[in-house]
């Protein structure tokens, strides 16, 4: 095997850095779920920890810089391969059957990456700013978790400074649409407790902008609660939209200023917001669907309702966040009476919408799904086939995953078996496809031009620190980052208790 190049730097290896496989394969958390890590996960983590240590020795390298290389993520999806029975032509992640032979050129690419989901909190300063005489909830929030390697636990763990770091400049990641959070509406039409307004979702668009000389790098959307107050929630669409612009509006069906949720198709709150949406010009909305938060209606995150409005609205676009993926619900093969993801394929086939106005969105169900090679391929493969190649669309929902660079590789290295494609009816899962889910579909939905030159964001310096950390392992540091979410059931049940008082009544 040819030396690679970055053992003959003779840098020495931070040793602060933990030993960690480069995905996430422990306790996690988007702050909505809590994922336990299963038995058959702390395998696959034991069997690449094992594995990274003989091959490190035999290679004459420290365990830190194996896991951190190329060699170290391809070792971590032959795991997942290996214990999900998935040998090296059967489909799962194309890394082949020996990781440290693998042509590491499957995690590299060129595409355009439109992450559609993901989110921050606003620094205490900024927010200060422009709310003099509120009250900033976002250190006691992020105090309410314990952050991974962030001391003192202030908002700065999960700010902008950390955005920037993690999805620009840790990751491949062109474009990034920046989401808000459910909150009560003040009288000003303002959302009151909310951890990033729709004015500092505005904000901080126009900075990482303006730091990348003024190309577009960044948009946002408009967090919309049409059961709040609906005509002070009109009032804040028309001031963004006249104001500022944005792209899509955000909505949370499971969420209400009294714990209760709503319907897309209900004719007092659901069908005004879609006809706000066409009469402001932008006809497209992100909907929640999936993992409610222990404030939520569970009843209002099924994704029952899409349906019958996207046949009703053909010239508005509805893209259904997480896939409407579900705990607790291994996803397999279509099962129309089944969970989860079933749930999306049935409302769509049963009004004939494949291939039109209903997008399935890839945000923390694809960070779930990726441990498990045979999951992988169902999720992916039955919403192709379902929904249409171009009806899947990419999001990471990070910060809370951390970079969201792992994710967009193992995607990369995916693949559907021939035995799954002839079973199934999977389409195979080829590079053109790969490139419309990871930018080319969701630029079109936001009128995002996929080939405009963009710069290289350069804030504080951070951008040239990362050119200064040449070689493999200073390129990879996102390798060694655990998630941000809560990490323990207490931690989880903190944030809840938080978000429950986050969402009393004003």
């Given at each position: 095997?040819?030396?690679?190049?970055?053992?003959?730097?003779?840098?020495?290896?931070?040793?602060?850095?933990?030993?960690?496989p480069?995905i996430?394969?422990?306790?996690?958390?988007?702050?909505?779920?809590?994922?336990?890590?299963?038995?058959?996960?702390?395998?696959?983590?034991?069997?690449?920890?094992?594995?990274?240590?003989?091959?490190?020795?035999?290679?004459?390298?420290?365990?830190?810089?194996?896991?951190?290389?190329?060699?170290?993520?391809?070792?971590?999806?032959?795991?997942?391969?290996?214990?999900?029975g998935?040998?090296?032509?059967?489909?799962?992640?194309?890394?082949?059957?020996?990781?440290?032979?693998?042509?590491?050129?499957?995690?590299?690419?060129?595409?355009?990456?439109?992450?559609?989901?993901?989110?921050?909190?606003?620094?205490?300063?900024?927010?200060?700013?422009r709310?003099?005489?509120?009250?900033?909830?976002?250190?006691?929030?992020?105090?309410?978790?314990?952050?991974?390697?962030?001391?003192?636990?202030?908002?700065?763990?999960?700010?902008?400074?950390?955005?920037?770091?993690?999805?620009?400049?840790?990751?491949?990641?062109?474009?990034?649409?920046?989401?808000?959070?459910?909150?009560?509406?003040?009288?000003?039409?303002?959302?009151?407790?909310?951890?990033?307004?729709?004015?500092?979702?505005?904000?901080?668009?126009?900075?990482?902008?303006?730091?990348?000389?003024?190309?577009?790098?960044?948009?946002?959307?408009?967090?919309?609660?049409p059961?709040?107050?609906?005509?002070?929630?009109?009032?804040?669409?028309?001031?963004?939209?006249?104001?500022?612009?944005?792209?899509?509006?955000?909505?949370?069906?499971?969420?209400?200023?009294?714990?209760?949720?709503?319907?897309?198709?209900?004719?007092?709150?659901?069908?005004?917001?879609?006809?706000?949406?066409?009469?402001?010009?932008?006809?497209?909305?992100?909907?929640?669907?999936?993992?409610?938060l222990?404030?939520?209606?569970?009843?209002?995150?099924?994704?029952?309702?899409?349906?019958?409005?996207?046949?009703?609205?053909?010239?508005?676009?509805?893209?259904?966040?997480?896939?409407?993926?579900?705990?607790?619900?291994?996803?397999?093969?279509?099962?129309?009476?089944g969970?989860?993801?079933?749930?999306?394929?049935?409302?769509?086939?049963?009004?004939?919408?494949?291939g039109?106005?209903?997008?399935?969105?890839?945000?923390?169900?694809?960070?779930?799904?990726?441990?498990?090679?045979?999951?992988?391929?169902?999720?992916?493969?039955?919403?192709?086939?379902?929904?249409?190649?171009?009806?899947?669309?990419?999001?990471?929902?990070?910060?809370?995953?951390?970079?969201?660079?792992?994710?967009?590789?193992a995607?990369?290295?995916?693949?559907?078996?021939?035995?799954?494609?002839?079973?199934?009816?999977?389409?195979?899962?080829?590079?053109?496809?790969?490139?419309?889910?990871?930018?080319l579909?969701?630029?079109?939905?936001?009128?995002?031009?996929?080939?405009?030159?963009r710069?290289?964001?350069?804030?504080?310096?951070l951008?040239?620190?990362?050119?200064?950390?040449?070689?493999?392992?200073?390129?990879?540091?996102?390798?060694?980052?655990?998630?941000?979410?809560?990490?323990?059931?207490?931690?989880?049940?903190?944030?809840?208790?938080?978000?429950?008082?986050?969402?009393?009544?004003?």
């Open positions: 095997m040819k030396r690679p190049p970055w053992l003959s730097m003779q840098r020495k290896t931070d040793p602060e850095l933990p030993v960690v480069p996430p394969l422990g306790n996690k958390s988007n702050g909505e779920f809590f994922w336990q890590q299963t038995p058959r996960e702390r395998r696959i983590q034991d069997l690449i920890l094992r594995t990274a240590d003989e091959q490190s020795r035999r290679l004459g390298m420290d365990r830190r810089q194996f896991l951190a290389s190329a060699l170290g993520m391809a070792t971590s999806l032959w795991a997942i391969n290996l214990v999900s998935c040998g090296s032509d059967d489909g799962g992640f194309d890394v082949g059957p020996n990781p440290i032979e693998c042509d590491t050129s499957v995690f590299m690419g060129e595409e355009f990456i439109l992450d559609l989901q993901t989110h921050h909190i606003e620094d205490a300063e900024t927010w200060m700013e709310h003099p005489m509120g009250t900033y909830y976002g250190d006691a929030f992020a105090r309410a978790i314990t952050f991974y390697d962030c001391t003192p636990r202030d908002a700065h763990c999960i700010g902008p400074s950390q955005y920037l770091n993690e999805i620009f400049l840790n990751s491949q990641t062109t474009v990034a649409v920046l989401s808000g959070f459910p909150s009560n509406i003040c009288d000003d039409a303002t959302l009151c407790t909310n951890l990033n307004s729709n004015e500092g979702m505005v904000y901080w668009r126009d900075v990482f902008n303006g730091a990348a000389g003024g190309s577009q790098r960044m948009v946002q959307h408009c967090q919309v609660a059961n709040d107050r609906w005509d002070l929630q009109q009032a804040m669409m028309e001031r963004i939209r006249a104001e500022y612009g944005n792209h899509g509006w955000k909505c949370y069906p499971p969420w209400g200023p009294q714990g209760n949720g709503w319907w897309l198709d209900d004719e007092a709150i659901g069908i005004p917001l879609i006809e706000k949406c066409i009469e402001l010009g932008e006809p497209l909305l992100c909907i929640h669907k999936g993992f409610p222990g404030n939520f209606s569970v009843e209002h995150s099924h994704p029952r309702d899409v349906g019958p409005v996207a046949v009703r609205y053909p010239e508005v676009d509805f893209i259904v966040y997480h896939s409407a993926y579900e705990l607790g619900y291994r996803e397999g093969p279509y099962n129309p009476e969970g989860g993801v079933d749930r999306l394929i049935r409302t769509v086939e049963d009004h004939g919408l494949k039109k106005n209903v997008y399935a969105e890839m945000g923390s169900a694809w960070v779930l799904s990726m441990g498990d090679a045979e999951v992988a391929q169902h999720y992916i493969g039955k919403l192709l086939k379902h929904l249409g190649e171009d009806n899947v669309v990419w999001g990471s929902e990070c910060l809370w995953f951390g970079s969201p660079q792992p994710q967009i590789e995607f990369r290295a995916l693949r559907i078996s021939e035995e799954f494609q002839e079973l199934y009816g999977y389409p195979a899962l080829t590079d053109e496809i790969k490139a419309k889910i990871f930018g579909t969701g630029a079109r939905l936001y009128g995002i031009d996929p080939d405009a030159v710069c290289t964001l350069d804030t504080d310096g951008e040239l620190a990362r050119r200064q950390l040449d070689g493999e392992l200073g390129s990879r540091r996102w390798a060694f980052q655990e998630p941000f979410g809560p990490r323990t059931r207490r931690e989880f049940a903190k944030l809840q208790r938080w978000r429950e008082f986050l969402g009393k009544p004003a």
